[in-house]
């Protein structure tokens, strides 16, 4: 393992300086768990992102989906605000999203996109289902990750989800425009649009395109 930048405070978790993944809102590395003896995703939001104001509500929520077991879901290992209040989140670590996946192995067989499908909406009707709903807010192919051994998937970046109830939505715009609802971009916010983002996701694993690639040119 490459020199460590750092660990928590507990010591269970080393952070090492190579980067596995980045965004707009937060950078991954990959790290270590002593406790368990594996590699995982050392997730980092900076203070900024997270919002002062929002912080305690956002580490309760993350804390929450920490709880969270399914198949095909990431799972989230531990999370906390460090010494700078960005925001770390512990995950499983996995192979390559879902988009970068079919750039490097091109267009799947049809019965991969199925299972594929099956595995996500699995993993949305175990979100929604709950007392309190839970939506991604983010639902798109680069938060889909793909293990590497058995080509099977699972829904992550759970970071910016959002706990809902019967009578609330979320007002805040967060997402990926070409995967968003008309809705969402008015800021109203329920489960209902991840359902639309996945048939975007779904459109993308076909076709091998981004959606609206009639305003749009370019491939995948």
Known sequence: MQEALKKDLTGRFVC???????GSSKTVYKGFDRQEGCEVAWCKVPAAVVGYGANSRA????QML?????????????SWVDNSRDLIIITDLYGSPLDAYVRKHGKQEISVIRKWGRQLIDALCFLHDRPMPIAHRDLKCANVFVNNYTGDVALGDLEF???LSSSRTTLSVLGTAEYMSPECLQGKYTHKADVY??????LKMYTLRKPYTRFRTGPY
Not at 16 to 21: C, R, V, W, Y
Not at 66 to 78: A, D, F, G, Q, Y
Not at 197 to 202: D, E, N, Y
């Open 16 to 22: 090492s300086n190579e980067t596995i993944g980045f």
């Open 66 to 78: 920490s709880e969270i077991s399914h198949p095909h879901i990431v799972r989230m290992v531990s």
């Open 161 to 163: 989800a959002s706990v």
């Open 59 to 62: 580490v309760r929520e993350v």
């Open 197 to 202: 983002s996945f048939g975007r996701a779904l």
